[in-house]
């Protein structure tokens, strides 16, 4: 398990002409702007370096395009479902449901009617995240194995809204519960077959390293007889260039050490999984985009483009940074650069690709452009067309996947038909 901070794909480039070996301006004319494009390569290449990990399973509320699922099920990869419809979609593609393989795993803090259903048709294993799912649960599929999120009582992230451990946050059993959720389970015949801990996406090895304490203090104190402990997700990527790639093996080796530490108490094997979302998919993903107005507002220059929060959230719902480049067939360095604001078409203030967490505009330098210029929102492939909406009436962006240096449409955009479908007057 490896990773070079010197990576090609640590790259934060002003212009941009191909994306994975195909020419941008070709991919904006074959399927026209917005359009999310994903370099399956990359996947490929994130994948490997978790090899270490005896099962990778890809937590799909990051993406869950069906190509991109079918994708890293080829390579090997067993997949979370939060939701009814993501285990539907891991079914299309080819996941098996049941206990006996465990490619699906439910994953959340409620059963919504809809889940509670489907798990039960498709015997879909379950990882709890509150003690009222063990009951409704054990209603209905007693002398089951299950696992249990704890929640520490502490967590971490790179943003308050992606903190998912500690008193205010929903997420996880509260450790100080554990062992009445021990006893709940035994009513029903259900075995408890392994831990999971998962604090925010983007910690750091301080908190990871009570992220281990915790989880193997638990285990001792239940006396749990697990047979697998989940690293849970939240590996970061660097979105800035001053960002510096995560040291994997440190990683590993944090989590091997409790994963040996249970083995040799239990005297018996336990398997190591990780829960990657963002990881495997944020660097393949391309929000193409095509600037449609520039405009001068006092002292602020703004380029303003045909994609809005409705197709790429993260800035506005937690400032988050995404690198912006040019389409352009320069290959040089550009020669004139300005700080501008980069907006969207939407009839809101906060359509603001440029922004920092709390809605503070700011601006990004960012070489001369034109309009009907190519303009790339990068590292987009994460929690980007997943989060999209139809505000404004706008239709879902295409998306395109890239492998091997061919481009592959992998979902339409919607027409206007799509958006009014299932709508009626009722009188």
Known sequence: MTRSPNSSTLDFPAYRNQIAGVDVAKLAQDFGTPTYVYDLNL?????????????????????????????????????????????????KVGYRPGQENHDIVYTADIFDRAAIEMVVAHDIHCNMGSPDMIDQYGERMPDRPITLRINPGFGH??????????????????????????????????????????????TDFEHLSQVCDSMETL??????????????????IAYEPNQEAIDLERYYDLWNGTRQRLQNELGHSIELEIEPG??????????????????????????????GFNNLARPILYGAHHPI??????????????????GGPLCESGDIFT????????????????????????????????????????????EVVIREGQSHLARKRQSDDDILRGEEIPW
């Open 43 to 91: 996947i490929a290449h994130r994948i490997s370096e978790l090899e270490s990990f005896d099962v990778i399973r890809y937590a799909q509320k990051a993406n869950s395009t069906l190509a991109v699922l079918d994708f890293v099920r080829q390579h090997g990869v067993k997949v979370d479902a939060v939701s009814a419809g993501e285990i539907v979609r891991a079914m």
């Open 157 to 202: 992230g790179h943003s308050q809204k992606t903190n998912t451990g500690g008193p205010q946050s929903k997420h996880g059993i509260w450790h100080e519960q554990v062992g009445e959720c021990f006893a709940r389970a035994e009513r029903y015949g259900l075995t408890i077959s392994g831990l999971h801990m998962h604090i925010g996406s983007g």
């Open 355 to 398: 922004q920092e967490e709390g809605g503070f505009v700011t601006s990004r330098r960012l070489p001369k452009a034109a309009i009907g210029d190519l303009l790339i929102l990068e590292r987009a492939g994460a929690y980007g067309f997943v989060m999209s909406s139809n505000y404004n009436s706008k239709p879902f962006a295409a």
């Open 219 to 236: 285990a001792r104190e239940h006396h749990a007889p697990i047979k697998t402990i989940s690293a849970g997700g939240g590996l970061p």
């Open 325 to 342: 480049s040019i389409g352009s067939s320069s290959q040089s360095e550009p020669s004139h650069y300005q700080d501008v604001i980069v």
């Open 278 to 307: 963002r990881y495997l998919v944020a660097e393949s993903g391309f929000l193409l985009t095509e600037i449609r107005a520039i405009k001068e507002m006092g002292d602020n220059k703004f380029y303003l483009v045909d994609a």
